[in-house]
């Protein structure tokens, strides 16, 4: 499946937000859901200043596209743990009594078959209405969320998402933004990759892409190979194919003004790796910078380590250890094409932004950038 693109560079669709809500209430809780190919999460928060603050949250492997790349079809034994996992988020919503949720479901819904039925099934059994989104907005979702880790001194920056299912690219040129702006001008692509009248400064969306390949699908790929050094290798060079005809500053110098983001479970659990932790620790991951020789040192470690090897080691975890090869396949294979200094581990993702979108249209954060 070929990669997804704009029809036109530049041109991206125009997102129609909701109207401000005049009756919103400052304390009320607002939750976002992510259902995923490979897992199942959601955070329940409420309005905190510029920022918001976690009341809740949930976050289950729920392999819903487990087979689909051989059948097209999300399978009954994926249903039936999908929704177990939904019955406990509904349950959550319910305790909290929370008033706006915006629940969304990604690429194992845009690609299956019976991803209309799965989805009518789920309202009947839990009540709760999943959106399928397109890739331009779980792009935009994803970049939003990594706004707060935003370097003052970027000029060109590269957003990447590795979801389960597929892997989102956003490259953006931050040069007429004043520096002390950049981050904000983030922020303000939750009104969608487009050009809108605004006083203030905005962002430019040079390029955009969606891989349809993610930790799950290109695991699932590559499955029939029994070498574990010869499935790594390949599964990198294939990845890096999808990316030939998306290359904006490939030829370019890296320098100090060129900043990537990754955001993922694959990009946290390698920043995990390299610090050593038996235990993960957000506040020790999010925002650390890596450079491309110790995420290789890390990589090199998980190949000589073997299969049997990366189930033992704790900083892995027994839910990544299955996925951790091919994330770090997409990883190498970005990293070959835009060597860096400083990637930026974002310990968020689609939850963030959506909770960011929802809070933004309600006129309930205040104007600043750190969450």
């Known amino acids: 499946m070929a990669p997804k693109k704009p029809i036109k560079k530049a041109a991206f669709p125009r997102v129609v937000e909701s109207a401000i809500d005049e009756n919103s209430e400052p304390e009320a809780l607002y939750a976002a859901l992510d259902l995923g190919t490979n897992s199942c999460r959601m955070l329940i928060a409420q309005p905190k200043g510029a920022q918001f603050h976690v009341i809740d949250s949930f976050a289950k492997s729920v392999q819903l596209g487990s087979g689909l790349e051989n059948t097209g079809r999300l399978s009954r034994d994926s249903i039936n743990r999908t929704i177990q996992a939904l019955e406990v988020c509904k349950q959550k919503l319910d305790k909290y009594d929370v008033k706006y949720a915006r629940l969304i479901a990604t690429e194992a819904c845009r690609r299956a078959k019976n991803s209309k039925q799965f989805i009518s099934k789920v309202f009947q059994q839990t009540g709760l209405k999943l959106d399928i989104i397109d890739t331009e907005e779980e792009a935009r979702l994803a970049v939003i969320s990594c706004a707060p880790l935003v370097s003052s001194k970027s000029e060109k920056l590269l957003v990447v998402d590795i979801g389960g299912g597929s892997t989102e690219l956003v490259w953006i040129d931050l040069t007429s933004i004043p520096p002390q702006e950049r981050p904000k001008s983030i922020m303000r692509l939750h009104a969608g990759f487009h050009s809108v009248e605004s006083p203030f400064a905005a962002a430019k969306v040079v390029d955009w892409i969606s891989v349809p390949l993610g930790v799950a699908t290109l ?41 990537i983001i990754g955001t993922s479970g694959t990009v946290t659990t390698v920043a995990s790796s390299h610090l050593g932790l038996r235990r993960y620790d957000r506040t020790k991951v999010d925002g650390l910078r890596m450079t491309t020789e ?42 070959r094409s835009w060597p860096t200094d400083k990637l930026t581990v974002a310990d968020r993702g689609l939850r963030e932004g959506l909770l960011y979108a929802q809070m933004s249209a309600n006129g309930v954060l205040e104007d600043a950038i750190l969450w």
């Open 219 to 259: 695991r699932d790929q590559f499955n029939d190979v029994e070498d574990d050094a010869a499935r790594f290798a390949l599964m990198s060079w294939f990845f890096e194919e999808k990316l030939a005809d998306f290359a904006p500053y490939k030829d370019n110098k890296v320098d100090s003004s060129f900043q």
């Open 294 to 335: 110790q995420i290789d040192k890390v990589i090199r470690s998980y190949l000589d380590m073997g299969p049997e090897g990366r189930k033992k080691d704790v900083r892995i975890g027994r839910d990544r250890q299955a996925l951790i090869m091919s994330g770090s396949a997409i990883l190498q294979a970005m990293l």
